[in-house]
């Protein structure tokens, strides 16, 4: 599959970056009036197919396919100058079961998912926060099979199967108006401490969800917890031997403004948290301990609203902490800006500014201190990584947009334990739905 895209790899850093001028050049016209006799907007690049989509939908299934690119330029600091390209091809089908099978409220899902390139982080500047949300597993998976179902009128949602648990919990869908795999659209610390897994990598799980009123859910679940699922051969197997435990899960959301006609500016907050019952290596330290747990706290809220096509100004918060007898990555922080809708005419684009911090377990840092005779001990190295970020999206069609990014990495060594250059990356994602 990569070789049909690969062409697209040619888009260069340059090039993504000359878009930005694009968007003021919109601003200069006015969106034109709709037109109500012509067709609707094409949603996907490949369109109806003659109708054949339209009828597989209202026959019960819907298919659905995306492709997401990532290039990148490590222009200063970090390891050493190049430039990386990934990309992701994503497909799948939804099956409704209540026109398939007569089961109301009924949809199995299904998802596979390929991965190829080189990471800008892994093989360039050297840090811990992927530059690129799409690094990393870079082989063909199954990523999903798993029946869900609603009841009690959509207030309870059940799930069964092979899928990610990051699809439901700890995540925050404002944040993929980022790059940076630390903004989009889990914290890091949530998988990097404990057998928490994100999407693509999948694990057997049961999921629940209840809306005790409109604006406010609690989800919770019982996730299988197996590394071995993370090997690059074992895309295709899910029955693989290795579970190490369970992950147990709880999180309570908050919605206000989500209500219809609601004149209350729409926000999300989340608290939770997880226990892996796996027992695992004690963080620099000998022995090893039984249990490893953290908690999460994640906030978006609108600030502004223009209009009422979703144009509006959002801030967002993030804060997790884990033990340090167990974690890597003992504290999180991150906040930032999200403006929906930026010059006349241009609702879909957005501009994105935010800083995100990880803290390195101080015992793990002592121990690479140690290790390495360093004058100072400890004190000597970097207390964490940070990733600043501003991106532009530009949504050029309802199928396509395009966002030229700068990254900027203070301590990209921090989790390798060494003293390195800050580093400056330039870029650009490219998001197509086929």
Known sequence: MAQIIHPLARLTVAGLLSLLPVAGAFAQDAAPA????????????????????????QAGITVR????????????????????????????????????????????????????????????????????EAAGAYNTRLSELSYEQNLADGRLNLRLGFFAMGNDLGGMPLGCNFVNAAFCAHPLSESG??????????????????RLRPDLALRTGLYQVNPRLNDLDNGFRPFVGGTTGILLPLEVEYDPGVAPGSRVLPGH??????????????????GTLRGRYGFYALADQMILREG??????????????????????????????VKIGTFSGRDADSISLGIVHAQVNPRLRRVAAEAQDLPGGYAALPMGETAIELSYGIQLRRWLSIRPDLQYILDPGAFSYRRTNDALALG???????
């Open 269 to 286: 907050y989340k608290l939770g948290v997880y226990y892996d019952s796996s027992r695992a290596a004690r963080r620099g330290e000998d």
């Open 34 to 57: 709709p037109d109500k006799t012509a067709a609707p907007p094409r949603e996907t690049l490949t369109g109806d197919w003659g109708g054949l989509r339209t009828r597989l939908k």
């Open 65 to 132: 396919a995306d492709y997401v690119s990532e290039t990148f330029s490590a222009v200063d600091g970090g390891q050493r100058r190049g430039t990386a390209y990934t990309q992701q091809l994503r497909g799948g089908f939804d099956f409704d079961m209540d026109r398939i099978a007569g089961l109301t409220g009924g949809t199995v899902h299904v998802t596979f998912n390929d991965r190829r390139g080189v990471g800008i982080s892994s093989d360039f500047v050297g840090n811990r926060l992927p530059i690129q």
């Open 428 to 434: 650009g994602q490219v998001k197509m739905q086929f």
């Open 308 to 337: 009422n096509a979703g144009r509006g100004l959002s801030i967002f918060g993030q804060f997790t902490a884990n033990p340090a007898a167990s974690a890597q990555i003992t504290h999180w922080y991150a906040a930032g800006l």
């Open 193 to 210: 401490n404990s057998g928490w897994y994100n999407y693509p990598n999948a694990r057997w799980g049961a999921a629940v969800r209840y």
